[in-house]
């Protein structure tokens, strides 16, 4: 952890946005009065973006840096949610947030894992790669209990503000991270 925080804070997001996506964004969409099958296509539109991008996510983390490369993922996930949060129930503008939202959480994950492993020396990629999916799993864990508390103080609002936060948070350290990271 210690070789590359902002590695595992970004995993620790992507697993809570992961898991707090699935569970709670169909509650999300009934408080707008969506019905199942509508939310069902729209979790659907998203999911299948994100895994159809990889292709060129992929090509994009082998030709760039990397770690600029989490930021802007990390921004296209405040962007999902900012748009979600604007919406207004318009069909549209959720759609093209779930296909954000798809594209940034499925290829966050990749780029930190490919980034962590520039990071590390190769006779600690077992042990660096157990860390980093337990640290994705916490965040998986915890990001229900965390977005759904939220959700029932704030509503809807707690969904998107939550993971804003989180997001916010992981760009903020990232930032700082960065100004005092020496090679």
Known sequence: ILISPFVFLAIFFAGIEDSAFLSLFPAFMINDFFSDKQIGVYIFIGGIFGVLCQPFV???SDNFNKRLIVFLLLLAHIT????????????????VAL??????STSLYTVTLAYLGERINVSDIAFATSLFIIIYEIGEYLGPIIVGFNMNIFGNNGFTNTLLSFA???????IIRSLFYRK
Do not use: C, D, P
């Open 99 to 104: 296909m954000i939202s798809g594209f940034a």
């Open 80 to 95: 999902w949610l900012i748009l979600l949060k604007v919406s207004n129930s318009n069909e549209i503008i959720i759609i």
């Open 168 to 174: 916010f948070f992981s760009i903020i350290f990232g």
């Open 58 to 60: 992929g090509a994009l």
